[in-house]
């Protein structure tokens, strides 16, 4: 079939007219081969690899000249071409939005994280199906797909494996996909997704979810080049690192031993020198101050330094991992003879660093997300219980390392992620390697370019139109533009020359060198309800926010603010976000909090579930909503002669979860706080044989955030044990964690049964019931409706 007969923007592509001759049998038939040939890719296409790291900062990276040894990423850059004006913008979930789909994040439904769907258009959560993700038009031009890694673009409601599936990597463009569906995951147990089915916990010892990542990815290059050595592939390797919990190998961090013992100010200092060496700062460049809300380094006091140097160094060795493995996955493609013809786009991070580890970094990062204020001195006591300094960074810590080093890894911009008003939130290092098109080794680009042109990029590359239609529905342009054009040409004039920026009332507005940043009052780890509520309808006034305008063709790093000088070109600049924002679904602002705010979704009418025996990997936002008010698990048993042992029911781990489970025969309950405090009970009497009723029951003081209560044991109806929950988890155990019947697969609840993990009951469990409204009145049940949701909107601006 000739290319030219081809019409590509329309997917699928029809099937070609038989161009042979047909008679009543085989004598004087004609055939025609093209016919029932696959539809080839054009002629010459490339393999692509998209690379995308997470939650990692423009001077961190030591190819950017940042104190992270990254040679996979020096090594591209040295052979390709390095962008220092690249963009995203500024949170997770809306970059991979953007990213995928060639628009704004805002315009598909992105303007908030995945976990947290709103009811207005911009902060739905749902890819529209108008505007299908660009790898779906490389699927049906002849290329083979894949997604390993971090999806983060599935609403936390569709996580189950009983779908639906339409917003899961495979149906939106990808042959194969192995990685995690949510916002982050553990490093050494996360729960697999493989294709639309969940693998759960990898039993291996050893395993480390980054290494075996790039294993799956070469994996399926070379299964992909046994099963078809002319079809270009189209690779997109999605790393968990560097999103808490920042987890690795101690070989890995202990490189970074003593690194950072000069602290967070003279780091960046010396970044900042580097990257004036290297040219990807300019030499008139200024060093942005650090923020009042940040204290000196000379302030702190020599344990504070100690701890504080730990968290960055087991940061920059988990980071350093990652290209490693990027690594690993290039040096197969080359190892096959095609990185010659393999379009690598490397772009180190979703968005600025994390300053989401609140000042004092965190042991668990789920402390910060269930809203819980801890001080130094307390972290410092939890770090000494879970194992101490040299345990930062293993299982048996979610870590997050302090807001200050995040603004270091930031350098030379103000704040970070979630800040789309400043560079610190939106400017990221990309890196472009492609010999058999780029002639220029070592380059470095300074055109604006953003996270939407990424996939109309490709797709010129690729000599494939964007597509028109797909699946019969008319699609809507995209919003990005190739910067192909600059691959040739270091002094192309820019042809993204307008861009808007907002994430969680933050907001940018760039034009022709000018950038309006207009940030919102609030540090971005400041989630208490008195920060809040100074956002509240009828009570935040927007255009009161502070704004700051700058010039970047003549101030790289926001340092010189004009807007007293250039009043005319504020109200412009003002005026024109406003238009973006009606023509790509911003408004209303803040419209990701709106349960914050009162505005709560009807209540659902199921108030039980039923979970059998074999259910395993239960996704961390599908379980019942047990937080916050009265539940009660309730659970049939089957237990032989001489005993059983073994977990019942169980749902994330130490660091936050629930295990009821029976050990030395006895039925036992274990909640852990957040892994600041554990809660357990136990029944004072073994438990009988035969067929047997367990129930838990917790009675909630009040239907109030992180409510305690009063846990009861029964066993057959009768109580057999209890005791007080002083507090119970307001928001969320974990991101990632699944839920278990009859077994607790990952990191275990209780730490007692770590040995036996995954501790499997030994006799058998018919069924677990959950009971979400054993006894609330109907006044109850509203309240904590409301108060519920509330909680919720904390975490959806963490997460």
């Not at 659902?604 to 259910?615: A, I, L, M, P």
Request: hydrophobic share 35%; with cysteine.
């Amino acid at each position: 079939m000739s290319d030219q007969t081809i019409d590509r923007s329309r997917l699928p592509i029809r099937r070609p007219p038989f161009q042979g001759v047909l008679e009543r049998t085989l004598g004087g038939s004609q055939p025609d081969w093209n016919f029932v040939a696959p539809i080839p890719a054009p002629e010459g296409a490339p393999n692509v690899l998209l690379v995308l790291t997470d939650d990692a900062g423009f001077g961190n990276p030591s190819g950017f000249g940042g104190p992270i040894s990254t040679p996979t990423l020096e090594r591209l850059a040295a052979d390709g071409l390095s962008y220092n004006r690249f963009h995203t913008t500024a949170l997770c979930s809306p970059t991979r939005a953007a990213l995928m789909t060639g628009r704004n994040h805002h315009a598909v439904g992105f303007g908030m994280v995945g976990e947290f769907a709103g009811p207005f258009p911009g902060y739905s959560a749902m890819l529209p199906k108008d505007c299908q993700p660009f790898p779906k038009t490389l699927q049906g031009n002849g290329y083979s797909t894949a997604c390993f890694g971090k999806w983060h673009l599935t609403p936390d409601h569709m996580q189950g494996t009983g779908g639906p599936f339409d917003r899961w990597p495979n149906a939106v463009g990808f042959d194969y996909f192995w990685g995690f569906l949510g916002g982050e995951s553990g490093q050494f147990d996360p729960v697999i997704i493989e294709n639309n089915k969940a693998i759960g916990v990898p039993a291996e010892d050893d395993f480390y979810f980054p290494d075996a990542m790039a294993d799956k990815t070469i994996e399926w290059l070379h299964g992909v080049r046994a099963h078809g050595s002319d079809r270009p592939w189209f690779a997109y390797f999605a790393t968990g690192c560097s999103h808490a919990p920042h987890q690795v190998p101690s070989e890995w961090s202990d490189k970074y031993k003593g690194a950072f013992d000069q602290g967070w100010d003279k780091l960046r200092e010396e970044t900042f020198a580097r990257q004036k060496q290297l040219g990807v700062v300019p030499a008139d460049a200024e060093l942005t101050p650090r923020p009042d809300a940040m204290p000196a380094w000379d302030s702190l006091n020599e344990t504070q330094q100690r701890v504080y140097a730990r968290q960055m160094e087991v940061y920059a060795g988990y980071s350093e991992n990652a290209d490693w493995n990027i690594g690993r996955v290039i040096d197969a493609i080359d190892e096959m003879g095609e990185l010659e013809n393999t379009l690598v786009i490397y772009i180190w991070g979703d968005n600025g660093a994390s300053l989401e580890g609140t000042l004092s970094g965190t042991f668990n990062e789920w402390t910060t997300m269930n809203g819980l204020p801890l001080t130094d001195e307390q972290q410092l006591q939890l770090v000494l219980k879970w194992g101490g300094l040299e345990a930062w960074g293993t299982e048996l810590m979610a870590p997050h390392y302090s807001a200050a080093w995040a603004w270091a890894g930031d350098c030379p911009f103000q704040w970070g992620k979630q800040v789309a008003s400043h560079l610190g939130g939106t400017r990221d290092p990309m890196v472009v390697h492609w010999p058999k098109r780029i002639h220029e080794q070592g380059g470095l680009r300074s055109q604006f370019t953003h996270v939407t042109d990424i996939g109309p990029t490709i797709l010129e590359a690729a000599g494939i139109p964007q597509a028109t239609h797909i699946d019969g529905v008319e699609q809507q342009p995209m919003h990005g533009t190739s910067f192909a054009y600059s691959l040739d040409d270091a002094s192309a004039a820019e042809r993204h020359t307008q861009q808007y920026f907002e994430i969680l009332g933050n907001r940018g507005m760039y034009k022709d060198g000018w950038w309006l940043a207009w940030m919102m009052p609030r540090i971005p780890w400041k989630v208490d309800p008195e920060t809040l509520k100074q956002f509240a309808p009828g009570v935040w006034d927007p255009e009161s926010d502070p704004v700051e305008l700058y010039y970047l063709p003549d101030d790289f790093t926001q340092t010189n603010n004009l807007a007293e000088q250039h009043s005319d070109k504020v109200q412009e600049l003002k005026e024109l976000f406003w238009q973006e924002a009606e023509q790509n679904n911003v408004l209303p602002l803040l419209g990701g909090l709106t349960t914050f705010f009162g505005m709560t979704p009807p209540m659902s009418t199921q108030t039980q579930f039923t979970y059998y025996g074999d259910v395993q990997n239960v996704a961390s936002g599908m379980i019942p909503r047990i937080y916050n008010h009265s539940y009660t698990i309730s659970a049939e048993l089957e237990i032989p002669e001489g005993g059983a042992e073994g977990v019942i029911v169980a749902e994330a781990d130490h660091l936050g979860g629930f295990s009821l489970f029976v050990q030395d025969g006895k039925l036992k309950h274990t909640y852990s706080f957040v892994g600041v405090q554990e809660f357990k009970q136990e029944s004072e009497t073994r438990l009988p044989s035969g067929s047997v009723r367990v129930r838990m029951e917790f009675a909630a003081d009040a239907p109030k955030p992180a409510t305690g209560g009063e846990v009861t044991l029964y066993v057959n109806d009768e109580p057999v044990g209890g005791g007080r929950m002083e507090h119970t988890t307001p928001v969320r155990f974990t991101a990632y964690a699944g839920m278990d019947i009859g077994r607790d697969n990952g990191m275990p609840v209780d730490r007692s049964y770590a040995d036996k993990s995954p501790f499997a009951f030994t006799g058998k469990v018919k069924k677990v019931v959950f009971d979400i409204n054993p006894h609330l009145t109907e006044e109850h049940e509203e309240e904590l409706h409301e108060h519920a949701h509330q909680a919720l909107a904390a975490h959806a601006i963490n997460a």
